[in-house]
């Protein structure tokens, strides 16, 4: 897992990885932590049983995982809104993707802070 800093450019971040031949996802931060799992959830397409909490983020990216083809990678852009206004939240989700990046190698995860 590796985290930039705001003057990152996501376009060519983005453009980087397809290169490399990865998948990617951008998951734009919000400022709540509902905000942000509902923003995960919706550029993930995650199932309409998703539970809203961590547990059920952890279970739905790992799942994804396991089931996508080759290399896949997850940009989480302005992270920065949900740690100023919810620093535990944002540490919870920083949690869920190290782990995730830790359990399968063919997962990259990029972490955005603006």
């Given at each position: 897992m590796r985290v930039l800093g705001a003057?990152?450019?996501?376009?060519?971040?983005?453009?980087?990885?397809?290169?490399?031949?990865?998948q990617v996802q951008v998951v734009r931060g919000r400022a709540t932590k509902s905000e942000t799992l509902?923003?995960?959830?919706e550029a993930l397409n995650f199932p309409e049983w998703f539970g809203m909490n961590l547990d059920a983020l952890a279970?739905?990216?790992d799942t994804l995982a396991?089931?996508?083809?080759?290399?896949?990678?997850?940009v989480w852009?302005?992270?920065?809104?949900?740690?100023r206004e919810d620093p535990r939240a944002a540490t919870g989700i920083e949690s869920v993707l190290a782990e995730?990046?830790?359990e399968h190698?063919?997962?990259?995860?990029?972490?955005?802070e603006r």
């Open positions: 003057q990152v450019d996501l376009d060519g971040l983005v453009a980087d990885a397809v290169e490399e031949g990865r509902e923003a995960f959830s279970d739905c990216l396991r089931e996508s083809e080759g290399e896949w990678e997850i852009d302005e992270a920065a809104a949900l740690r995730l990046d830790e190698p063919s997962v990259h995860v990029t972490i955005i």
